[in-house]
């Protein structure tokens, strides 16, 4: 007879006629959202006891409290509660890496609209009314809200940080060319769909279970335990889905989770504290803005030598997450492009404005179009195609990054010319060309722009993950992980790694909430890294179990281990095989577990943030957009007529959710370098708070044609089933729409010079590029 193993090898994983993994299944809760049963946190029902919350917040950008009368706010209809930040018990910051972000403001002021303090009411109108009836005094104070002035003045939250290579000043000297230029970008509002929200109930225990909208569960938790004076055990937090999360519930989420914790607590009755559209948009940041300024060196065929760039990020008020944030745009300041010898320098910028925070590419973005401006720039002078100037400049294999890390898979080279030649590009550029030299008032342009983007979170500790598998004795499978579902479709690609590893049909796999008391200690669902690291913690959950059904499977049907298979909805060897559910009840008689955690940590990672130097990413995710568009000198308005992707996602784990998330990913960018302009006055107040005064993309400003395909490549690296992620690098795919722009605009100089267009590329802004363009410009 044969002994149960506990270890030993597992057999692999086999295709079969059941095996999800490459097809594309819908997202887990996909009929839910149509059908309208998709429950999120504010959709959950509300107890008879339930309190509402809501803020009464600062009106000066920066400044000192003087005053706080709240004698008419706790006698008015309905408050059960008020707070201000000596009500809070235990630690008042919450901040997510250091320390600067108050819960409620204690003295000092920090930007326009920041909490002071919360009231707990019997409905939502109770409390929203309730908090105008505060009086509260304040001693103003000069107030920096400029990103320029704050560079000037050196107001920063965090001290510079560089990378160096080689010797780029000796380069740039040396280079028988050189240029320089800026650009200026603005910020974006998150707008997911749900916006920030939680609702907390007190335990028996004395502790609370949180249901928060939110991208890191775990943090939800430590945090409120540290506000709450309690241990992280006594608190539960649990995200069942969200409607939408870009980054801005990565962090931000915690500050309704806390308050409605703490007047749970206080009270002993459930709370929810929901934000309203323009209180969400006033009260949490947005995509950082940059001031970038670069000088390149280059030959006459527009190969660089060296460059030098400097990134400003405005981080607001506090830190938060900009550390990461501008050194993730410092990464990406190279793109795809060997610099040869590069200084790269980030600075932190503090402004009086709420703190800037996560958003879908975490700085990525801001890095890249720089770049891609650059060698846009670089082409001008040189008189060559922009496109073959980016393919002269390319990594190849071997290739050093600023930072340190070798380039071991060219996949862009490939890519690109391979989406050069699908969408007629060369002959698209003659066709633009001769319809440029006979029209004055409507112009085309046309731009071919190429995406590398590291994956993985440059914080090591945070590349890791942990996940949960039971499986009943009627064959059904719950699943559980430490990634979080905002609509990309994680529990979807995560159930398929379980369904391929145990050879089962996908509907036996039910993914639940996720919860810090089922998997603890879990990673943000961030840095696109969801399906990468959760897939491989419940792949290792699987195997786990898979070790004892092999060894009893070998024991029932008389085999090696080596020659059971689990695939079809069945487990056997040979041709004597058992329904899955049928051998599951046998191992459960047998006393075989079936049930396992799993963990997983990406290997090979290491880089030394003091050095400047290492390997922070564990592979490169790559693509490519080329956009046409057509624009009217006379108005600067314009169309993006067409758009072509080739996206690289490895062997794709799901095809319809991945091609679903490069449209979106590519819509969410254009809204950012087009249509998405965040308006501040020179108080610090936010005036562009709501849908009527900031404008998303809509189905109008959808390309009139678009065309997405997956690169045919498996991931050289030892990702889950070879497959890449797919979250974050789609977003900076419409740069290409951006430098379109630009190449229209330039068409009124002979392509001589870029005219300056900072993203937004609003259509004003368009005109005024073109009028720079017809006048010659200032170089």
Excluded at 164 to 190: D, I, K, T, V, W
Excluded at 492 to 512: C, H, M, P, Y
Aim: charged share 20%.
């Amino acid at each position: 007879m044969r002994k149960l193993a506990a270890q030993g090898p597992v057999p692999p994983a086999r295709e079969g006629a059941t095996d999800p993994v490459g097809r594309g299944l819908p997202q887990d809760s996909a009929w839910r959202h149509v059908a309208g049963t998709a429950v999120y946190v504010d959709d959950m029902p509300t107890y008879p006891n339930q309190l509402h919350v809501a803020t009464g917040r600062a009106t000066v950008a920066r400044g000192r409290l003087t005053r706080l009368d709240l004698s008419r706010v706790r006698s008015a209809p309905g408050v059960v509660d008020v707070v201000c930040a000596a009500d809070i018990p235990g630690n008042g910051d919450i901040a997510p890496v250091f320390d600067g972000d108050p819960l409620l403001a204690d003295g000092e002021l920090l930007y326009l609209g920041q909490p002071v303090f919360a009231v707990a009411a019997t409905s939502f109108e109770a409390a929203q009314q309730a908090v105008t009836l505060a009086e509260i005094d304040c001693e103003p104070l000069e107030a920096i809200v400029a990103l320029t002035a704050a560079v000037e003045s050196e107001y920063y939250v965090l001290p510079p940080h560089e990378f160096c290579l080689r010797e780029p000043e000796a380069a740039l000297l040396a280079a028988p060319l050189s240029l320089g230029g800026e650009l200026h970008m603005a910020g974006q509002e998150h707008f997911y769909l749900e916006g920030q929200v939680a609702t907390a109930e007190p335990t028996e225990e004395g502790g609370v279970h949180v249901y928060s909208s939110s991208q890191h569960p775990s943090e939800v938790q430590k945090l409120v335990a540290g506000v709450l004076g309690l241990p992280i055990h006594a608190v539960q937090a649990e995200v069942r889905r969200m409607g939408g999360g870009f980054g801005g519930k990565e962090s931000q989420a915690a500050m309704p989770a806390c308050l409605a914790a703490l007047f749970a607590v206080r009270t002993r009755r459930p709370v929810r504290h929901r934000l309203p559209r323009r209180d969400d948009m006033v009260q949490t940041g947005k995509r950082h803005p940059f001031w970038n300024r670069y000088r390149a060196g280059f030959d006459e065929q527009g190969r660089l030598h060296g460059v030098t760039m400097r990134l400003a990020g405005d981080c607001g008020c506090s830190p938060d997450l900009s550390q990461g944030i501008v050194d993730r745009a410092m990464f990406h300041a190279d793109n795809a492009y060997n610099l040869q010898a590069a200084r790269i320098q980030g600075v932190y910028c503090r402004t009086d404005k709420v703190s800037n925070t996560a958003f879908r590419g975490f700085g990525g973005p801001q890095g890249l179009i720089t770049a891609e401006a650059m060698l846009d720039d670089v082409a001008r002078r040189v008189g060559r195609d922009p496109l073959d100037v980016r393919l002269d400049n390319l990594y190849a294999e071997g290739d050093l990054t600023p930072y340190g890390q070798p380039i071991e898979e060219s996949v862009l080279p490939d890519l690109m010319r391979q989406l050069a030649d699908d969408c007629d590009y060369r002959a698209r550029r003659e066709a633009i060309a001769r319809f440029n030299g006979e029209n004055n008032d409507v112009r085309r342009g046309l731009a071919l722009t190429p995406v590398k983007f590291g994956i993985s979170f440059t914080a090591k500790h945070l590349n890791q993950a942990g996940a949960l598998v039971h499986i009943y004795t009627d064959g059904s499978i719950h699943l559980n992980h430490g990634g979080t579902e905002m609509g990309q479709g994680l529990h979807t690609k995560v159930a398929q790694v379980v369904a391929r590893a145990l050879g089962v049909r996908f509907e036996r796999i039910l993914v639940s909430a996720t919860r810090t008391d089922k998997v603890p200690n879990t990673s943000p669902t961030a840095a696109s890294s969801g399906a990468d690291m959760n897939g491989m913690a419940a792949l290792n959950a699987c195997n786990r179990i898979k070790r004892g059904l092999v060894a009893f499977a070998a024991e029932h049907f008389g085999c090696d281990e080596g020659e059971v298979v689990f695939a079809d909805d069945r487990v056997g060897a040979g041709g004597d095989s058992l329904p899955f559910e049928a051998f599951i009840k046998l191992a459960y008689l047998a006393r075989v577990s079936l049930s396992a955690n799993g963990f997983y940590r990406t290997p090979v990672i290491d880089f030394d943030r003091d050095a400047a130097w290492g390997r922070p990413f564990y592979y490169f995710a790559n693509g490519a957009a080329c956009s046409q568009v057509r624009v009217s000198a006379l108005t600067g308005e314009y169309r993006v007529e067409r758009v072509d992707i080739l996206h690289d996602v490895g062997d794709s784990l799901n095809p319809a959710i991945d091609l679903g998330q490069i449209e979106g990913g590519f819509v969410q960018g254009l809204g950012w370098l087009t249509t998405e302009e965040l308006a501040w006055d020179d108080t610090g107040r936010l005036v562009s708070d709501s849908p009527a005064n900031y404008k998303i993309p809509t189905a109008f400003d959808l390309p009139e044609a678009f065309n997405v395909r997956l690169f045919d490549r498996a991931n050289h690296a030892e990702t889950i089933y070879r497959s890449k992620a797919v979250g974050e690098p789609p977003l900076m795919l419409a740069v290409s729409s951006w430098c379109a722009l630009r190449d229209a605009c330039a068409s009124f100089c002979d392509y001589r010079f870029n005219p300056r267009l900072d993203p937004p590329a609003t259509p004003e802004r368009v005109y005024w590029a073109i009028e720079e363009a017809r006048a010659g410009g200032d170089r």
